[in-house]
């Protein structure tokens, strides 16, 4: 278990953003920590109250939103204009070319949410959007698909070779997840402190596992981990 806890991440800070970065982005380059398998980014961004992201460009990246608290406005070339509330995940398709911005469209509330970049299948698709609800209420005390690349389950379906999860765990609960021999996995911890595999993890904190066949989570508070669960090679 490779832990990366969460006053080793990147930081960045201006009027309006206060984010911090797993892995090397923008600014913030780090050769040890520039991603795992085709997960490229997680970057933990607070946007404060009217603050947010103007319209700028991406291409061959699927981007996950997973919006924690507060709401994150967006509007893109495709068309799409769309408001994604806490609970809710937006995935973002960048195929051959888009263009969006964010915002957070609240004048007194902050918007927290995890911005998440999978290397695609398939370069130069066409661009696509999706957005769902994952109202906590229906998923406390489970490990909930919520991105894949078959879009079973009611996941949202993403042209990557990963699944996404949310480990919503409850104070002395315990939660398995079962590692597939050609996989690995990498999470990180949105809120509350839980034990995993037997190690403590508190907010913020992620970790990679590359060589196990299954994740123990245990609640020492309620938490929400999420899961990446990507190929074993890096590619």
Avoid: C
Avoid at 52 to 66: L, W
């Amino acid at each position: 278990m490779n832990i990366r806890r969460s006053t080793e991440r990147g930081a960045f800070q201006n009027s309006w953003l206060d984010t911090r970065h797993t892995f090397s982005f923008a600014n913030y380059y780090d050769p040890k920590h520039m991603g795992v398998a085709n997960l490229r980014v997680i970057n933990d961004d607070r946007i404060a109250p009217a603050g947010g992201f103007p319209t700028h460009p991406h291409r061959d990246m699927e981007i996950v939103s997973y919006v924690v608290e507060g709401e994150l406005a967006h509007r893109d070339s495709m068309g799409n204009t769309s408001v994604i509330r806490a609970g809710e995940v937006q995935r973002m398709s960048a195929g051959s070319g888009v263009k969006h911005s964010e915002y957070n469209p609240s004048n007194q509330t902050a918007t927290r949410l995890l911005q998440i970049w999978l290397l695609p299948a398939h370069q130069g698709s066409e661009p696509g959007y999706a957005q769902k609800a994952f109202p906590h209420a229906t998923r406390r005390g489970e490990i909930t698909l919520l991105v894949s690349p078959d879009g079973v389950d009611g996941s949202i379906s993403a042209d990557t070779d990963a699944r996404l999860y949310s480990a919503l765990v409850d104070e002395n609960q315990r939660l398995e997840y079962q590692i597939d021999d050609d996989r690995q996995v990498y999470l990180q911890v949105v809120s509350g402190k839980v034990e995993i595999n037997n190690q403590s993890f508190d907010e913020g904190d992620g970790a990679q596992i590359p060589h196990a066949t299954a994740l123990t989570l245990f609640g020492t508070s309620p938490a929400d981990v999420v899961i990446f669960d990507l190929p074993a090679t890096k590619q």
